[in-house]
Nanobody
Framework: QVQLVDSGGGLVQPGGSLRLSCAAS????????MGWYRQAPGKQRELVAD???????NYADSVKGRFTISRDNAKNTINLQMNSLKPEDTAVYYC?????????WGQGTQVTVSS
């Protein structure tokens, strides 16, 4: 069992930056692939980026070159640095922990990109 608490969302102007954080507890953190998903109104939840316990990363094409995911296995945290934000990045962002077919989710944090 893993408990996830995500934070760091807010309102930012187009071109701005935000940093999301997720704190995990309750299990051996390093064995999980950790990631960020997002869900915009009326749309399905989609993968933004994920990172394995060994540090291999994967990004959605729409965020490549703008977002960076990182993890600290000693502190049981992951972060998502989001730069050059666009209005289409507006969504609720969810932290995710995955092992095999088992998923755990954070409560979500709202990111709004608007002038």
């Amino acid at each position: 069992q893993v408990q996830l608490v995500d934070s760091g969302g807010g309102l930012v102007q187009p071109g701005g930056s935000l940093r999301l954080s997720c704190a995990a507890s309750g299990s051996i953190f390093s064995i999980y692939t950790m990631g960020w998903y997002r869900q915009a109104p009326g749309k399905q939840r989609e993968l933004v980026a994920d990172i394995t316990g060994g540090g291999s990363t994967n990004y959605a094409d729409s965020v490549k070159g703008r977002f960076t995911i990182s993890r600290d296995n000693a502190k049981n945290t992951i972060n998502l640095q989001m730069n050059s934000l666009k209005p289409e990045d507006t969504a609720v962002y969810y932290c995710n922990a995955r092992i095999l077919s088992i998923n755990f989710w954070g409560q979500g944090t709202q990111v709004t990109v608007s002038s």
